[in-house]
């Protein structure tokens, strides 16, 4: 039996991972502090462990159960919260990653770890975009400085402690169970906006674009990453894979799809731009194909139609739900 230990597996991508290699046969560990995740998200037939990764308890667990695969997921990938609070950033995303990393160290050697990184934010903007893997990194946030430091233990760990991994650099992942405040939240809160009748608010001219990626195509790339031959590891990019669709596509087409999806004219109103904001990003996505033999198969036209339903569907069950009518 193949064992994975999913970290943030009742979160959104976390949780469509669990979904998927439950639904491959395997056993699957769920270590998640509902920090933003839920216990209702995580497939029944997962064995689910409320537990912070900040502590020693899931660094135990691990070193436990000595999974196959680690698919690290667990995260404060709020950016505007990492520039507020860089020090709970870093101590979740740097100090509990490697509290994990120490366990697979020295108990449980043989664990492919799969790390989720950002293809979204580790660039930064002095790259011209369809960045690649090699370019040039720098960060603009404190949760990209610490998704690339990751990136470097990840690295040094293959290098000097032989560690089994892949870094997946996600583009902005969106699809049914997102969360308004992750890197492609503003599909999120279009969507609840179209359900209440109101306006879109778009940030300047509404032409800054990012690389959306639908979730079920992420799953498949993360689970390519899980089970597959890899390239030597050792330098920094070796074992990073951007998981993107390598088109660019702005806030106004995205309130066009969406407005769309929700069968009405879209109502667009614009506040002024947001001081930092990246301007253009989106990922050259060869390397996963010729590597992982992965490619993305969702349209943007029919993820976007596929979130919309679900969070009518959200809207629909809280609206019947006895809480609401009593
Ligand atoms: N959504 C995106 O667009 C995107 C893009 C690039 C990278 N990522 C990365 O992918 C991963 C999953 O992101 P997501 O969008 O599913 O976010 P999410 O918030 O839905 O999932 C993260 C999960 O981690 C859990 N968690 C947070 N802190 C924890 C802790 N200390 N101990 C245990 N569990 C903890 C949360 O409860 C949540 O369930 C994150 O690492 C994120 O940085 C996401």
């Known amino acids: 039996m193949t064992t994975a230990l999913i970290t943030g597996g009742a979160g959104f991508i976390g ?3 669990a979904d998927r290699l439950v639904a491959e046969g395997w056993v699957v560990h769920v270590v998640d502090n509902l920090a933003t995740g839920k216990a209702a998200q995580v497939p029944e037939r997962a064995r689910f462990h409320q537990l912070d ?43 509990g990653t490697l509290n994990l990393l120490e366990a697979v160290r020295r108990h449980s050697p043989r664990t492919r770890v799969v790390f989720s990184s950002t293809g979204g934010a580790i660039y930064g903007d002095a790259t011209t975009p369809p960045n690649r893997e090699t370019f040039e990194k720098n960060p603009e946030s404190p949760y990209a400085a610490a998704k690339l430091a990751v990136e470097t233990y990840l690295a040094y760990y293959a290098r000097i402690h032989g560690l089994e991994y892949a870094a997946l650099r996600y583009g902005n992942v969106y699809g049914p169970r997102q969360d308004p405040h992750g890197e492609a939240g503003v599909v999120a809160i279009f969507c609840g906006r179209l359900l209440n009748g109101q306006p879109l608010t778009v940030f300047g001219d509404g032409r800054q674009t990012r690389d959306y990626v639908y979730v079920g195509d992420v799953v498949d790339a993360t689970f390519r990453a899980a089970v597959q031959r890899l390239p030597a590891a050792g330098l920094l990019d070796a074992r990073a894979f951007n998981v993107g669709t390598g088109v660019a596509t702005d806030v106004l087409q995205l309130a066009e799809e969406l407005a769309r999806a929700a069968g009405v004219e879209p109502h667009v109103v614009h506040a002024p731009e947001r001081p930092g904001e990246q301007r253009t990003s989106y990922l050259d996505v060869r390397k996963a194909r010729e590597q992982l033999g992965w490619q993305p198969h969702t349209s943007l036209r029919d993820g976007l139609a596929a979130s919309y339903e679900w969070f009518a569907q959200q809207a629909d069950a809280a609206l019947r739900s006895p809480a609401r009518s009593a």
Request: glycine share 2%; net charge negative; aromatic share 2%.
């Open 15 to 17: 949780s469509h991972v």
């Open 53 to 95: 990764i900040r502590d020693g308890d899931a660094a135990r667990l691990v070193a436990d159960v000595k999974p196959d695969a680690l698919v690290h997921l667990a995260a404060q990938m709020d950016v505007r919260k990492s520039v507020a609070e860089p020090v709970f950033d870093a101590e979740t995303n740097i100090v």
